[in-house]
C-alpha cells in the first residue's frame, strides 16, 4: 500500500494543525496507521497509531491530550489533529501501515510515506 502524508506547514505555539494520511487501496481497511516524527539529528519517535476499526488507538507520551489520531477507512486516508502545538513539536512527520496490533515499534510497520513538515515558532 502507498501512503501519501500531507498537511504540515508553519504554525505558531499554541495553534492547531491537522495532517492527513492517504492510503492508495481499499485495503488500507485492514492495516494498522502510525504516526512518526523525526527532526534532524534525533531519532524517530512514535507519535500515535490507530488499530484498523478504530476501537485502539495508542499515543507517545509527549503528545498525549493534544494530539488525536483518527481514520475514515470509507476515504482510504487518516489523521492526526494536533493541538496546543510546542516548539518541540517541529519535525518531519510520517505515516505508516501494519498489519497486526496498534504498536509503538517503528521496525514493525510495513509501509511509509513521505514526511511532511511541522514548524512550530516561539
Known amino acids: 500500500v502507498q501512503l501519501q502524508a500531507s498537511g504540515g506547514g508553519l504554525v505558531q505555539a499554541g495553534g492547531s494543525l491537522r495532517l492527513s494520511c492517504a492510503a492508495s487501496e481499499g485495503t488500507f481497511s485492514s492495516y494498522v496507521v502510525g504516526w512518526f516524527r523525526q527532526s534532524p539529528g534525533k531519532e524517530r519517535d512514535f507519535v500515535a497509531a490507530i488499530s484498523w476499526n478504530s476501537d485502539r488507538t495508542v499515543y507517545g507520551d509527549s503528545v498525549k491530550g493534544r494530539f488525536t489520531i483518527s481514520r475514515n477507512n470509507f476515504k482510504n486516508t487518516a489523521y492526526l489533529q494536533m493541538n496546543s502545538l510546542k516548539p518541540e513539536d517541529t519535525a518531519g512527520y510520517y505515516c505508516?501501515?501494519?498489519?497486526?496490533?496498534?504498536?509503538?515499534?517503528?521496525?514493525?510497520?510495513?509501509?511509509w510515506g513521505q514526511g511532511t513538515l511541522v514548524t512550530v515558532s516561539s
Open positions: 505508516a501501515a501494519r498489519r497486526g496490533v496498534a504498536g509503538w515499534v517503528s521496525d514493525e510497520y510495513e509501509y
